[in-house]
T-cell receptor, first 113, second 110 residues
Framework: GAGVSQSPRYKVAKRGQDVALRCDPISGHVSLFWYQQALGQGPEFLTYFQNEAQLDKSGLPSDRFFAERPEGSVSTLKIQRTQQEDSAVYLC???????????FGSGTRLTVV | KNEVEQSPQNLTAQEGEFITINCSYSVGISALHWLQQHPGGGIVSLFMLSSGKKKHGRLIATINIQEKHSSLHITASQLSDSASYICVVSPREDNNDMRFGAGTRLTVKP
């Protein structure tokens, strides 16, 4: 596609529910990043893929957070047993690694009630 | 201390004013990005800089590598410029790492 697509755009989850957030990067983009942005703050790094390999997951806040990119294109960020502090905008970005910069998705706003 | 510091945190301007947002960083970088984020979360990449100055419409971005400082200028500000502006640096040559500033929230009033 022409841009990075994230779905759903908005998600309301009950505390304890599992959620799955999807990121469709630009076709051919090798690198894919996930970020978490709490209200009023800048994005914080969660994890990074190069193709299907998850090279860095140091930013995942707990073992309830899990990300995958099994075929090196679409990525899913899964949050198990959601808690209120998980409420945030989850941003996905992709890059071609050729110095052309990053393209961001519009984000998924997760609200845990 | 954050590796990327932005100032001011919040900025209110009258329509038509010239606006400057500053970014200072403490790591060696391969590139610096300025992003615009509107309420609702969508992010648009404005500039990617590794040296000098870039201009796009009413927006100008400059970077001084020696001083580890970048500025984003908005000339003749408009109501539609109201957004958060985020400075992002790539500390490694392979561009596979990004460090974000906390953002500057700009409100332009009529």
């Amino acid at each position: 596609g022409a841009g990075v697509s994230q779905s759903p755009r908005y998600k309301v989850a009950k505390r304890g529910q599992d959620v799955a957030l999807r990121c469709d990067p630009i076709s051919g983009h090798v690198s894919l990043f996930w970020y978490q942005q709490a209200l009023g703050q800048g994005p914080e790094f969660l994890t990074y893929f190069q193709n299907e390999a998850q090279l860095d997951k140091s930013g995942l806040p707990s073992d309830r957070f899990f990300a995958e990119r099994p075929e090196g294109s679409v990525s899913t960020l899964k949050i198990q047993r959601t808690q209120q502090e998980d409420s945030a905008v989850y941003l996905c970005a992709s890059s071609s690694n050729t110095g052309g910069g990053y393209t961001f998705g519009s984000g998924t706003r997760l609200t845990v009630v | 201390k954050n590796e990327v510091e932005q100032s001011p945190q919040n900025l209110t301007a009258q329509e038509g004013e010239f606006i400057t947002i500053n970014c200072s960083y403490s790591v060696g970088i391969s590139a610096l990005h300025w992003l615009q984020q509107h309420p609702g979360g969508g992010i648009v990449s404005l500039f990617m800089l590794s040296s000098g100055k870039k201009k796009h419409g009413r927006l100008i971005a400059t970077i001084n590598i020696q001083e580890k400082h970048s500025s984003l200028h908005i000339t003749a500000s408009q109501l539609s410029d109201s957004a958060s502006y985020i400075c992002v640096v790539s500390p490694r040559e392979d561009n596979n790492d990004m460090r974000f500033g906390a953002g500057t929230r700009l409100t332009v009033k009529p």
